[in-house]
């Protein structure tokens, strides 16, 4: 369960002003002194981000994140940073001084969690400290509300259940291949291994792929794209390949019209995003022209090869296809650029390193300014010609 990845685990963040006890509750809740806390304002700078398993409910990830209220040029870079974890955040506890309430900044953070569509809690918390009176004033408060003490376990212990049954409501990540064929279907799996290939090991992608098949009594087979053809006809049934989407153009020509197709980031792309929306941007993606500007996003670092996928490879197909001076940009890791104006299209990674928050994020944002989103598989797909067929099998699901 250590193991699960970033990408898997639903995030935690947690807000409030400066002192309101976040990072205590923080260390109440997971029961570690992980979080630095002092009666100091603004003991926590940075957001602290802390992946552990939240019994019963599974693994998560924490953010403990500095005050709402922070000042001054340092503060206002702090704030904006605990602003920008609201982009991952699957679930908010918005932290409240039971004795120096700010209804504002709370009906504030509360309209910020509307717009990144965020459910939250509000917790009040030093209820060992406040009056009978201060109580009765915010029990008026119309949302749900917890109040506690951090040094009350038994208030630590309410509050993890009540947490555990919203999560369990938030949790419903769309499987990935189990909706699509029944128990007891047989896949392929096609995995080039090439210069390209992580040595001894495979992609995350690939083994979450394999783990969705196993939980569904899917039996799955793993081949390369040199022993396809073998494959096909030893076996006697096949339900669907699923393919590298690199290797999209030579596997649709071993894999007979009878087989479905899709490759293993378009199904992601259902899982992790908007396949709709996702889609649409390859209509974008058809009217580029001379002097068009494209955004090629991807949400986490790695190390670039001659062959990379979003740097040379479709570069390359948007230059030899549409046009040779279509103007690209890259951006990576979390810096997705706030102004996307200026981009005819966007087409982002696959973004199996991050949650499903995040990717969802980046898509209404570019919705938001009208700026089309699609990705590199349906991308990948579009230029290799077997779009229709690679969409073919989730085509009920869209
Ligand atoms: S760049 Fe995107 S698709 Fe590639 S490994 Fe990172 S998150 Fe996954």
């Known amino acids: ?66 005050g709402l209220d922070d000042v001054g040029i340092l503060g206002s870079l702090r704030v ?18 039971g004795t120096q309430p700010d209804l504002k900044g709370y009906e504030q953070m509360k309209g910020i969690f509307k717009r990144f569509n965020i459910p939250y809690m509000l917790i009040v918390n030093k209820k060992d400290a406040m009056s009978e009176d201060s109580i009765k004033k915010l029990e008026c408060i119309e949302d749900e509300k917890h109040f506690v003490s951090t040094m009350e376990m038994r208030d630590i212990h309410t509050l993890n259940s009540k947490l555990m049954e919203k999560l369990r409501a938030i949790e419903d990540e769309e499987v990935l291949v189990g909706d699509l064929l029944p128990y007891g279907s047989t896949v392929v799996l096609v995995v080039p291994i090439d210069s390209e290939a992580p040595k001894g090991r495979i992609i995350l992608p690939q083994v979450q792929i394999i783990r969705d098949c196993l939980d569904h009594g899917i039996k799955c087979h793993v081949v390369r794209d040199t022993e396809l053809t073998d494959a ?19 596997v649709s020509k071993l894999v007979p019209e009878s087989i479905p197709l899709t490759g293993f980031s378009i199904l992601f792309s259902r899982q992790k995003g908007d396949l709709k929306k996702l889609l649409s941007g390859i209509e974008a993606l058809k009217s580029l022209k001379s002097g068009s500007r494209v955004l090629i996003s991807e949400t986490c670092t790695h190390n670039h090869s001659h062959e990379d996928i979003g740097r040379v490879k479709i570069p390359r197909l948007i230059h030899n296809h549409l046009h040779s001076d279509i103007q690209i940009d890259f951006s990576m890791g979390h810096d ?9 299209l966007v087409i982002h990674c696959g973004a199996c390193m991050v949650n499903r928050k995040t990717m969802l994020y980046r898509i209404d944002q570019s919705h938001e300014a009208e700026v089309p989103i699609t990705n590199y598989g349906l991308t990948l797909a579009h230029f290799s010609g077997i779009l229709d067929r690679s969409i073919e099998i989730l085509k009920d699901r869209i």
């Open 336 to 344: 997705f650029p706030h102004d996307l104006s200026k981009y005819d």
């Open 232 to 250: 096909l006809s030893e076996l006697s049934r096949v339900d669907l390949v699923i393919t590298d989407s690199q290797a999209f153009k030579e």
């Open 1 to 66: 369960m250590n193991k699960t990845p970033h990408a898997n685990r639903l995030h935690i963040g947690i807000f409030g002003n400066r002192n309101a006890g976040k990072s205590s509750l923080f260390n109440a809740i997971i029961g570690q002194d992980i979080a630095v806390v002092s009666e100091v304002e603004g003991t926590t700078t940075d957001p602290v981000i802390k992946a552990m398993e939240l019994i019963p409910f599974g693994p998560v990830v924490w953010i403990d994140t500095a």
């Open 80 to 97: 904006e940073k605990t602003k920008k974890m609201l982009e991952r955040t699957d679930f908010a506890l918005y932290v409240m001084d």
